[in-house]
């Protein structure tokens, strides 16, 4: 089992930088894939980004892709998801997430059918 907690969510104007922190507990975060995955009111869940379980690897929607950057720290066991010019359209929740560290290629860390354990997701609002 592993609890996953996010923060740094906020309001930021257009082109500005947010930082969101997701803070795992439980089993050893080092043995977890994580992605970060939006989703707004009556929307589908939508991708955004994800890292392998060393670091090595990393994903990312086009959408986003050039503004925001997924790491991670195992010492620290926590995953960052750094976000730079903002933009409207990026305004809802984000979701941290963990899945099993056999992953290959993009199309399984997309896929959130295949993340375990999820947190409760902080807002982010951006205004124009």
């Known amino acids: 089992q592993v609890q996953l907690v996010e923060s740094g969510g906020g309001l930021v104007q257009a082109g500005g930088s947010l930082r969101l922190s997701c803070a795992a507990s439980?089993?050893?975060?080092?043995?977890?894939?994580m992605g970060w995955f939006r989703q707004a009111p009556g929307k589908e869940r939508e991708f955004v980004a994800a890292i392998s379980w060393s670091g090595g690897n990393t994903y990312y929607a086009d959408s986003v892709k050039g503004r925001f950057t997924i790491s991670r720290d195992n010492a620290k066991n926590t995953v960052y998801l750094q976000m730079n010019s903002l933009k409207p359209e990026d305004t809802t929740v984000y979701y941290c997430a963990a899945r099993s560290p056999y992953c290959s290629g993009y199309g399984c860390y997309v896929n959130g059918y295949e993340y375990d354990y999820w947190g409760q997701g902080t807002q982010i609002t951006v205004s124009s």
């Open positions: 439980g089993r050893t975060f080092s043995s977890y894939a």
